[in-house]
């Protein structure tokens, strides 16, 4: 709670946040779509590939997860499967209770969110296969 005054000129500044990219953001556009492409280039191809690696360790457990390739994205946004779990935090809980591997619940990206996770691929491609040998053998185990 503040005065009017106080709140009209903290909208000012949160608008400039949320409508205006940063000055420095800005430069650092520039300097990217002026700079050499390579290492972009390489980039987006590790992305890709930890994106096919991922759907690929998804696809291990087709009985788990059920998915739609990203386009664009960093993450994948799974839907889990079964019944058996009451929700998709219910469901992060006990994964990373039994086998140490996090992943965040969908129902923290708002309603529509429930009954999947988020799977983030910007990770080193040993974790990401060491994490679906995990989620794996914890399945399979039931």
């Known amino acids: 709670m503040a005065e009017e005054g106080i709140i009209n000129q903290m909208l000012k500044v949160?608008?400039?946040f949320v409508i205006c990219a940063p000055h420095i953001s800005q430069l650092a556009a520039i300097?990217?779509?002026?700079?050499p492409y390579e290492p972009t280039r390489?980039?987006?191809?590790?992305?890709?590939y930890r994106r096919d690696l991922i759907c690929d360790c998804l696809?291990?457990?087709?009985?788990?997860?059920?998915?739609?390739?990203?386009?664009?994205?960093?993450?994948?946004?799974?839907?889990?499967?079964?019944?058996?779990?009451q929700n998709?935090?219910?469901f992060c809980i006990?994964?990373?209770k039994e086998t140490?591997?996090?992943?965040?619940?969908?129902?923290g990206f708002g309603p529509l969110g429930e009954g999947h996770i988020r799977m983030s691929y910007c990770i080193e491609r040993d974790e990401i296969t060491d994490a679906f040998d995990r989620i794996e053998r914890w399945w399979?185990?039931?």
């Open 88 to 90: 998709s935090v219910d």
């Open 42 to 48: 390489q980039m987006v191809e590790e992305m890709k």
């Open 59 to 85: 696809d291990r457990t087709p009985d788990l997860f059920s998915y739609h390739k990203p386009g664009g994205a960093y993450y994948i946004f799974p839907r889990v499967l079964p019944d058996q779990f």
């Open 31 to 35: 300097t990217a779509l002026d700079g």
């Open 100 to 107: 140490g591997v996090v992943i965040v619940p969908g129902s």
């Open 14 to 16: 949160q608008d400039s």
């Open 140 to 142: 399979r185990a039931g």
């Open 94 to 96: 006990k994964l990373l």
